[in-house]
């Protein structure tokens, strides 16, 4: 008997140039494409950033739509967008986000100093983003980079109430330089603190501690988020390739932990994410 294992790729994020990393996707082709590989390869969601036509970071509303229904057409995996954006985003937009319609949104529990950048999540933003989700449906995926942020879920729960479908999932965003470290030891102690009412979580480790983070979870009993928007390597000095193959790692080492990657089926009941496909 193995224990599902939910894969979340994030294939492009908003922080590496295309200039320095020609393998990153960053039109809409490379991103399907990217999409599709990535489901082949076990991947059940995929947490989205989008880039316009200079392939710099954008919140555009319209290619923000159209991105979620290239996604859908092509691949039945949970769109997560984020509202994240990059650290140069204004709140307002990173809010108008949900109007594209996403099964997930990601939503960051507090504000981050974020290499020599700040990724700013006042905590106003962060609660009228969280009744926003609640209102049109989205199911909130929170993005935790430090403990206070764990701590300031169980704070967000208790006032607002459950997420939109009922389940609370996290992930824990480690070794960003300005959020926790990461190291299993962090782990440990970000996971001993989650609020009881969470039903999944997974985690990432940026750059080299995307390993340590990897084991670390699944010896947790978490989940895993891969991809180029959280590491540019596969080892030392060795650029990854492609998304597909930072997922292929991902089974393999959920294998090794008798872990199955999760059907995109699995993961939508999981997630609790609303059936969009009438629409
Ligand atoms: N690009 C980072 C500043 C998210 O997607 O919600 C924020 C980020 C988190 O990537
Ligand atoms: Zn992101």
Redesign the pocket.
Known sequence: MTEPLLITV?PT???TAKADCPQLPTTLDELVETAVACEAAGAAMI?V?IRDDEHR?SLDGKRLEDTVVALRESTSLVVQL??????HDPLELRLKVLDAEPDSC???MGTTN?GD?V?SNPWPFVTELYQLSQQREVVPEF?LFDLGQVHALTRLLDKYGPPYGGKVHCDL?MGVPGGMNGTADALVAAVRDLPASVTSWSATGIGRSTLAVMYASLSKGGHLRVGM?DVLTISRGVPVESNAQLVERAVEVGRLAQRTPMTTAEARVLLGVKDRSAA
């Open positions: 994030a994020g908003a922080e947490h950033h970071p984020s509202t994240g954006g990059s650290v990601s939503l960051t974020f950048d990724f993005e965003v928007e």
